[in-house]
């Protein structure tokens, strides 16, 4: 085999989950992540559906994201190379840190927030816990890959200022911070061009700019044209099973359409990969299964979020009988379909783990799969609901409700749940509902019950870890990472999901998430960042000094030890930009007693004060005030304090298409062009005359156009050289 022929066998896999051993190069094991270690039992079949050997499955992003807990995170991404290691994976599948763009997106589950800035922290925390294990990290889906619908051809169009600071910015902070060993190209178009394909965004943007240098590796079935996705910068083509595409390759170098340089480039780094993952691997490696399902216990439990929780009727009082209502109680849902499905070594069943702490009776109340008598399933929830001295209802979606693969067509909880929902209320008013969901559902109709737990997806120790939070042993402490709507028809993308003919058009611009929510002020049923306590915690002496230390004081006013995130929030006032109302910049927490107080302590970085200007194709921040908020939430802010940052240095180059009044800005041009103005223009123009604001008027003209203005006085050869010399002075 020639060199350039290994090169390009290097390439590709050698089957769906291995890559080709070549010469001395050695093949790795690269597979699913992000929650669970998903190795198949036997040989991989030509889908990666068969078997899998159990694994921990931790709780799906969905809901670790409400963690808020980077410490936390990292700990399971230590897990998972400790498993990844004993299972023979040299590469785990993970994080995927995509933005939830759209509630209705069927992956929703697999990925953190609506927020880049929580993605980022806790998308990097994951990769350096796996990583630190000698486990090499995928970060995926790069990039834009917000849709399940037409995934592997619709072009998602967003200008380049939102792209950059909403949809990369994730991406951005878990290169700089974690340094990643690969990162996975998305299946979808970018702007027209497939991301497998695209120049600008794996070379120019991912390596030049932010100077990665790991290795990029396809989704399973993302490349189109091998040839041209390795001159954009493709290194690995997942999966394999077959020698055409490096065939495809070996052509193109040879009739000189694909630089062979380029093909070197991406061997090496394959190479590169393939033996810092097998030196660091352990050979009979071992990982504690209890242990492991312990920490997925802890996770969970620190995942829900109490929503609501009138009248304190939560915690409950194990000495009280109760009735659980609800399939999802004995039938658990605990991950999402599709590619990361993970076989777990034990699972912790909602209803046995309270059974196991009081007296209950159970009643299914519905059935997931439409089957059975809906009336006598609800008529018996009734009846137990009224006998009992609290109900807890399990509410939520199945697995076949969403899925990798498939978009929903709405965000509603299904009507027969809403249904039993409001006869249990009706037959005792002392109801609790657990939701149990991967992505965010339109939960107004539901609030009639006084208590409501968020339980997310939790994994395989979310049954004991609802039990604990129910009856005290945990305090909830966990905080949404995405707005609840009132009604689908508010969410930002409504109108521009999932497109049309190929394309879906991000028309929401900047505000996505709680930055659309609160630049309309629109209502929502729950905000981003709310989660309640069964303490409570009061916010002072908020301080932000002018290196962007940030301290707060947090005081537990209640009478339970408990846990409370601490959000900061910018808002800049006078901004020259559109920005959103507040954006998340920074959060920390505290655990205390009772009238136990702490100090939270963060850094704002200057780079998240920073927007993406498309003049120049870089990031600035802007001079002036700056206003920094804490909170509880997005919409619980507890106290605010004004910082004057000092901008970064920038002159627009000037030219005849500039502005006059963009002109004007500049010192150097509005010197020079001054006298000329006046001039020409003085002794003829008056706001009188004109009847308007001249500064206005004249302001959007191009400068070039004064010349049509100027009774010849002024020629466009006069202009270039004026505009010059003030550059260049």
């Known amino acids: 085999m020639s060199e350039l022929a290994e090169q390009a066998a290097l390439g590709s896999g050698a089957d769906f989950w291995t890559t080709k051993q070549v010469g001395p190069v050695p093949a790795i094991v690269l597979t699913d992540g992000p929650h669970g270690v998903r190795k198949q039992v036997a040989a991989s079949d030509q889908l990666g559906i068969a078997e899998n050997v159990p694994a921990t499955c931790f709780p799906p992003a969905a809901g670790l994201g409400q963690s808020w807990d980077p410490g936390l995170v990292e700990r399971i991404g230590t897990a998972l190379g400790r498993e990844s290691q004993a299972l023979g994976v040299h590469v785990l599948l993970g994080p995927g840190i995509n933005i939830k763009r759209d509630p209705r997106c069927g992956r929703n589950f697999e990925y953190y927030s609506e927020d880049p800035f929580v993605s980022g922290v806790l998308g990097a925390a994951w990769v350096r816990g796996v990583q630190g294990e000698g486990v090499g990290a995928c970060v995926k889906h790069f990039a834009a890959n917000n849709q399940e619908y037409d995934r592997m051809r619709?072009?998602?169009?967003?200008?380049?200022?939102?792209?950059?600071?909403?949809?990369?910015?994730?991406?951005?902070?878990?290169?700089?911070?974690?340094?990643?060993?690969?990162?996975m190209c998305s299946y979808n178009r970018v702007n027209g061009v497939l991301a497998s394909q695209n120049e600008w965004l794996l070379t120019k943007v991912l390596r030049d700019e932010w100077g990665f240098q790991g290795v990029v590796v396809s989704d399973w079935g993302a490349v189109a044209d091998r040839p041209a996705a390795v001159a954009a910068g493709l290194d690995l083509e997942m999966p394999g099973g077959g020698a055409a595409t490096d065939d495809d390759v070996v052509v193109a170098v040879g009739n000189g359409s694909l630089d062979p340089a380029r093909v070197a480039r991406a061997a090496d780094r394959v190479t590169a990969l393939a033996t810092r993952t097998t030196a660091a691997h352990r050979e009979g490696a071992e990982f504690d299964a209890d242990a492991h399902h312990l920490l997925a216990r802890e996770a969970a439990a620190r995942s829900i979020v109490l929503l609501q929780n009138k009248g304190d009727l939560l915690p409950l009082d194990s000495s009280k009988h109760l009735a659980v209502i609800g399939e999802f109680a004995q039938q658990p849902r605990y991950q999402g379909g599709g590619s990361s499905h993970v076989t777990p070594t034990r699972l912790d069943v909602p209803m046995e783990e309270i059974g196991a702490r009081a007296e209950v009776t159970f009643a299914p109340g519905f059935s997931t799969d439409g089957s059975g008598d809906a009336a006598a399933l609800r008529e018996d929830a009734v009846q137990a609901a009224a006998t009992a001295h609290t109900a807890v209802v399990f509410l939520g979606l199945a697995a076949r409700q969403e899925s990798e693969g498939a978009d929903r067509a709405d965000i509603e909880i299904p009507p027969e749940q809403l249904e039993l929902l409001t006869a249990v209320v009706a037959a005792q008013p002392r109801t609790v509902?657990?939701?149990?969901?991967?992505?965010?559902?339109?939960?107004?109709?539901?609030t009639i019950a006084p208590a409501i737990l968020d339980a997310a997806l939790l994994g395989q120790g979310g049954g004991a870890a609802l039990a604990d939070v129910l009856f005290g042993a945990v305090n909830p402490s966990g905080k949404l990472t995405e707005t609840v709507p009132v009604r689908l028809q508010d969410v930002p993308a409504y109108g521009n999901f999932p497109g049309e003919h190929g394309h879906v058009r991000y028309g929401e611009g900047l505000q996505v998430g709680y930055r659309w929510y609160d630049a309309r002020e629109l209502p929502v049923t729950f905000p981003f960042g709310h989660g309640l306590s069964y303490t409570t915690f009061e916010y002072s002496d908020l301080v932000v000094d002018p290196s962007l230390q940030a301290r707060v004081t947090i005081t537990n006013t209640g009478t339970r030890t408990g846990r409370?995130?601490?959000?900061?929030?910018?808002?800049?006032?006078?901004?020259?930009?559109?920005?959103?109302?507040?954006?998340?910049?920074?959060?920390?927490?505290?655990?205390?007693?009772?009238?136990?107080s702490a100090t939270v302590e963060t850094t704002i970085d200057r780079a998240d004060l920073a927007y993406w200007d498309v003049r120049v194709d870089c990031w600035l921040v802007e001079s002036g005030e700056y206003v920094v908020s804490v909170g509880s939430s997005s919409r619980d802010l507890r106290g605010q304090v004004a910082v004057e940052v000092t901008g970064d240095e920038f002159r627009l180059p000037v030219t005849l298409e500039s502005s006059l009044a963009e002109a004007l800005s500049d010192p150097a041009t509005a010197t020079a062009l001054g006298g000329l103005l006046s001039a020409t223009f003085g002794a003829e123009l008056t706001a009188e005359?004109?009847?308007?604001?001249?500064?206005?008027?004249?302001?959007?003209?191009?400068?070039?156009r004064l010349v049509a203005f100027s009774g010849g006085q002024l020629t466009r050869a006069h202009l270039e050289q004026l505009l010059t010399a003030a550059r260049e002075g």
Do not use: N
């Open 689 to 704: 005359a004109a009847g308007t604001d001249l500064a206005v008027l004249l302001g959007a003209l191009p400068v070039g």
């Open 564 to 596: 409370e995130v601490a959000q900061f929030y910018v808002s800049v006032p006078g901004s020259s930009v559109e920005r959103a109302p507040r954006q998340l910049v920074a959060f920390g927490s505290a655990t205390l007693a009772p009238g136990e």
């Open 433 to 446: 509902v657990v939701l149990i969901h991967g992505s965010v559902l339109r939960v107004a109709p539901i």
């Open 154 to 183: 619709v072009s998602a169009d967003v200008d380049p200022r939102t792209l950059r600071e909403i949809y990369l910015r994730a991406f951005q902070r878990v290169v700089a911070e974690a340094d990643p060993w690969s990162l």
